[in-house]
Antibody, heavy 121, light 103 residues
Framework: EVQLVESGGGLVQPGGSLRLSCAASGFNVSSNYMSWVRQAPGKGLEWVSVIYSGGRTSYADSVKGRFTISRHTSKNTLYLQMNSLRAEDTAMYYC???????????????WGQGTLVTVSS | DIQLTQSPSFLSASVGDRVTITCRASQGISSYLAWYQQKPEKAPKLLIYAASTLQSGVPSRFSGSGSGTEFTLTISSLQPEDFATYYCQQWWTFGQGTKVEIK
């Protein structure tokens, strides 16, 4: 069974840092496009970052320069290092695999259950 | 950047109703549009990909169609478990969501 399990969320002060983890089972993180998607309380879904199977990364403008996506092959785990956190980063953070089989696009599946990040003093 | 606008943002419907949600793109996009269902306190679940292909295990009352700038998600006969929020997505962009509530 394919499963993604996030961890590492919590309460952090503005300006602080946090590292999220997403442990995968049933499939290989390094062979897939892996992404983070967040959802602020009561709001919609917002894509945050992706790491492609070749290792290239991409970020939403709202987190560029502050967040870093990475993966550990032998641990089969995806990470999101979040620095200089702001109140507006408060959200549930989901990891998801981005299935891509065409230059025209792809879709997110499966998703983890999410980990909550709260940025507040 | 492409923007996806869903309509309506909220709809109230009864069990058994036929429901249609529209997703409009700010410019012509490929047919690789996906739809997700999200229930409270749960992760989104993929329903449809490539505009009209039903994900494995999703009931056949769900269907998708469209191309270019306009796409639709249809639920042919709304069931109690279908009350949720629905999102469209293309590449890294999501629509703002449509909340389906019980009338």
């Amino acid at each position: 069974e394919v499963q993604l399990v996030e961890s590492g969320g919590g309460l952090v002060q503005p300006g602080g840092s946090l590292r999220l983890s997403c442990a995968a089972s049933g499939f290989n993180v390094s062979s897939n496009y892996m992404s983070w998607v967040r959802q602020a309380p009561g709001k919609g879904l917002e894509w945050v970052s992706v790491i492609y199977s070749g290792g290239r990364t991409s970020y939403a403008d709202s987190v560029k320069g502050r967040f870093t996506i990475s993966r550990h092959t032998s641990k089969n785990t995806l990470y999101l290092q979040m620095n200089s956190l702001r109140a507006e980063d408060t959200a549930m953070y989901y990891c998801a695999s981005y299935y891509y089989d065409s230059p025209e696009g792809g879709w997110f599946d499966p998703w983890g259950q999410g980990t909550l990040v709260t940025v507040s003093s | 950047d492409i923007q996806l606008t869903q309509s309506p943002s909220f709809l109230s419907a009864s069990v058994g109703d036929r429901v249609t949600i529209t997703c409009r793109a700010s410019q012509g996009i490929s047919s690789y549009l996906a739809w997700y269902q999200q229930k409270p306190e749960k992760a989104p679940k993929l329903l449809i990909y490539a505009a009209s292909t039903l994900q494995s295990g999703v009931p056949s009352r769900f269907s998708g169609s469209g191309s270019g700038t306009e796409f639709t998600l249809t639920i042919s006969s709304l069931q109690p478990e279908d009350f949720a929020t629905y999102y469209c997505q293309q590449w890294w962009t999501f629509g703002q969501g449509t909340k389906v509530e019980i009338k």
